[in-house]
């Protein structure tokens, strides 16, 4: 009886921390066109390394670092052929929820490079993001901050801004769901947002629609994205989504793994 409940006992620790994890990485393909201008066809990899062994608990698995709490590294690499250039950027990063406190810390620095198919044209900057937030109650983020980047091109002509940011993210229940709702604006010459909200049917399936936009006036890059996403085990995930707008069409795929 005694050998019984131990082999149970350690059945038991093992089943329950088969989900935990404490990296994961991500690559991601995405098209998205605007008529009679330009197609971008982009490929980027991510990849996040937690401080801790993420604890899932009976949180949706796409939510679970964030219902954790879980300070990570962060690193992307993103390569983008715009039809008439191309782009790629580096990226690193920190979130840090300060332990035994409800405040939250996220930075991030980038390098950007982007080489016109003619005229030889070259621009090489820098991009940044610094955030301070508070999680008033669970599964609420309210973050306020800074967006800037600063470079120049072989053309001489140097761009440069600083600009304030505020984001919510928010992931409750509804009646035998779980729901996600985010928003981000950005305060530039112009204001630009996202708005996003997920229904999860289940703990691993979620589906859900977005909108970009901005109040230019003439703004023709408005665009919705459905999108959905499922874990066929913890460890795996696929994602894919659709966009559409008044001239704005698109769709992107991505595959994850965590370990």
């Given at each position: ?12 620790t093992?089943?329950?921390t088969?989900h ?5 990485v991500t690559?991601?393909?995405?098209k ?43 690193a ?9 250039g ?9 979130e840090?929820?300060?332990p ?15 080489k ?9 900057g820098?991009?940044f993001?610094?955030?301070v937030?508070?999680?008033?109650v ?10 800037g ?13 600083i600009?304030?940011?505020l ?14 709702f985010?928003?981000?604006?950005l305060f ?11 229904l ?14 901005s109040?230019?006036?003439n ?30 069409d698109g769709?992107?795929?991505s595959?994850?793994y965590?370990f």
């Open positions: 009886m005694l050998k019984k409940f131990v082999l149970l006992s350690a059945l038991a093992i089943m329950g088969t935990a994890y404490q990296a994961e690559a991601t393909y995405d998205f066109e605007v008529n009679d201008w330009y197609a971008d066809k982009a490929i980027a990899i991510d990849g996040t390394y937690y401080l801790k062994s993420v604890d899932i608990k009976n949180s949706p698995l796409n939510e679970a670092s964030f219902l954790d709490r879980a300070s990570n590294f962060n992307a690499i993103f390569h983008s052929d715009l039809g008439y191309e782009t790629t950027e580096y990226d690193v990063g920190v840090y929820f300060v035994n406190s409800n405040f939250y810390l996220n930075g991030k620095v980038g390098y950007q490079r982007f016109a198919d003619s005229d030889n044209y070259l621009y090489t820098s991009v993001i610094a955030e937030g508070y999680l008033p669970t599964g609420l983020l309210i973050a306020a901050g800074l967006e980047y600063n470079g120049s091109s072989n053309y001489g002509n140097d761009t440069n801004a600009d304030p940011t984001r919510a993210k928010y992931v409750t229940t509804a009646g035998k769901f779980d729901v996600n985010e928003g981000n604006l530039s010459h112009n204001t630009f947002y996202d708005l996003a909200a997920d999860y049917l289940d703990k691993t399936l979620s589906i859900g629609v977005a909108y970009s936009g109040d230019m006036s703004d023709d890059e408005d665009f919705f994205t459905i999108r959905a996403k499922k874990f066929f085990t913890p460890q795996i995930s696929v994602e894919a989504n659709a966009k559409f707008g008044d001239k704005v769709y992107g795929a595959v994850g965590r």
